[in-house]
């Protein structure tokens, strides 16, 4: 099996965990059990640790270099950034205009790589990325009597807020690919959990009022959350976008929803409908079409090194 392969394999399965603990992390937040930006803070710690003390062990962690720290805790940041934004749109936005802007990311990636790394894409990796924006549409965003277009007939904060997750998630997905391509991947994974994990604990007192109990169920979720969907994921997203397009990356990121409409099916019975399906076949289309007729492996542009385009210089 090619690595390249392997990527995609592991990227997908990867994905299929976020979609399925989508609804854990919804149960303990439906509880009352922890507020949701520490609770994202606990789970980010506990991944941090968990990669830091096998990265360790294991001697991947020696000989850290300034530019692996600086890499490494750019994609934190903006890691951070995405699940900020996405935390406080929910306060004043829908679950689905979340679902939706979130996945906007699949379309953000390839504008940003074009404008600020002067990257050309194949068409038919733009018509994967638009078939995969639409069916995300049909899939997060419900239909309304009278209303086309659902529950998209208004804009308010909470929209402004998650299109800033939608950003912040297309730049973190970008930088993380450059950063894995110039240092070992063990090392950016703890990086950019452990800056994510630290900027959490310290935003957190400011935007909310954090409170947790620590009962057996929410120490489930945060095991659960912090090895499979943090510290696990984390670690195969930064070795496979080594092999992978950072559009390819979001493209395939986009069946998070896919993933947790059949997870909801399964466990709560949830019918979605013929919208939703659609949908869902509409970006499993895309996909195909961006891996088939596309480019499979691009070069993403000369390191941000030579580019300029770093935090410090933008």
Same mark, same amino acid.
Request: proline share 4%; hydrophobic share 55%; aromatic share 12%.
């Given at each position: 099996?090619?690595?390249?392969?392997?990527?995609?394999?592991?990227?997908?399965?990867?994905?299929?965990?976020?979609?399925?603990?989508?609804?854990?992390?919804?149960?303990?937040?439906?509880?009352?059990?922890?507020?949701?930006?520490?609770?994202?803070? &606990?789970?980010? %710690? *506990?991944?941090?640790?968990? $990669?830091?003390? /096998?990265?360790?062990?294991? @001697? #991947?962690?020696? =000989?850290?270099?300034?530019?692996?720290?600086?890499?490494?805790?750019?994609?934190?940041?903006?890691?951070?950034?995405?699940?900020?934004?996405?935390?406080?749109?929910?306060?004043?936005?829908?679950?689905?205009?979340?679902?939706?802007?979130?996945?906007?990311?699949?379309?953000?990636?390839?504008?940003?790589?074009?404008?600020?790394?002067?990257?050309?894409?194949?068409?038919?990796?733009?018509?994967? &990325?638009?078939? %995969? *924006?639409?069916?995300?549409? $049909?899939?997060? /965003?419900?239909?309304?009597? @009278? #209303?086309?277009? =659902?529950?998209?007939?208004?804009?308010?904060?909470?929209?402004?807020?998650?299109?800033?997750?939608?950003?912040?998630?297309?730049?973190?997905?970008?930088?993380?690919?450059?950063?894995?391509?110039?240092?070992?991947?063990?090392?950016?994974?703890?990086?950019?959990?452990?800056?994510?994990?630290?900027?959490?604990?310290?935003?957190?007192?400011?935007?909310?009022?954090?409170?947790?109990?620590?009962?057996?169920?929410?120490?489930?979720?945060?095991?659960?959350?912090?090895?499979?969907?943090?510290?696990?994921?984390?670690?195969?997203?930064?070795?496979?976008?080594?092999?992978?397009?950072?559009?390819?990356?979001?493209?395939?990121?986009?069946?998070?929803?896919?993933?947790?409409?059949?997870?909801?099916?399964?466990?709560?019975?949830?019918?979605?409908?013929?919208?939703?399906?659609?949908?869902?076949?509409?970006?499993?289309?895309?996909?195909?079409?961006?891996?088939?007729?596309?480019?499979?492996?691009?070069?993403?542009?000369?390191?941000?090194?030579?580019?300029?385009?770093?935090?410090?210089?933008?």
């Amino acid at each position: 099996m090619s690595r390249s392969l392997k990527a995609h394999i592991l990227l997908i399965l990867t994905t299929l965990v976020w979609g399925a603990t989508f609804a854990e992390i919804k149960d303990v937040l439906d509880r009352g059990l922890t507020s949701a930006m520490l609770f994202n803070a &606990v789970r980010m %710690a *506990f991944a941090a640790f968990a $990669l830091g003390l /096998v990265f360790l062990l294991r @001697g #991947k962690l020696r =000989g850290i270099s300034a530019a692996t720290v600086r890499d490494g805790i750019i994609a934190g940041a903006f890691l951070w950034a995405g699940y900020e934004f996405q935390t406080q749109g929910l306060i004043y936005t829908t679950p689905s205009k979340s679902a939706f802007l979130t996945g906007v990311s699949v379309v953000l990636v390839p504008i940003f790589l074009v404008l600020f790394w002067r990257k050309k894409t194949n068409r038919w990796t733009l018509i994967g &990325v638009a078939a %995969a *924006f639409v069916g995300l549409f $049909l899939l997060t /965003v419900p239909a309304e009597a @009278g #209303k086309p277009l =659902g529950d998209f007939a208004s804009v308010n904060r909470g929209d402004l807020l998650t299109l800033g997750c939608a950003i912040s998630f297309g730049f973190q997905i970008i930088f993380l690919g450059h950063a894995t391509r110039r240092h070992p991947f063990e090392q950016i994974a703890f990086l950019q959990t452990i800056t994510a994990a630290t900027l959490m604990f310290i935003s957190t007192p400011v935007i909310e009022h954090p409170h947790m109990e620590f009962t057996p169920r929410l120490i489930t979720a945060i095991v659960i959350t912090g090895l499979l969907g943090t510290g696990a994921a984390f670690t195969v997203q930064a070795w496979a976008q080594q092999f992978m397009a950072a559009t390819n990356t979001a493209l395939i990121f986009a069946l998070e929803p896919v993933f947790a409409w059949i997870t909801s099916f399964i466990i709560y019975g949830e019918r979605l409908g013929w919208r939703a399906g659609a949908g869902a076949v509409l970006i499993l289309a895309g996909i195909l079409t961006s891996e088939l007729l596309g480019h499979p492996i691009e070069s993403e542009g000369p390191s941000l090194a030579t580019t300029g385009h770093t935090i410090g210089t933008q």
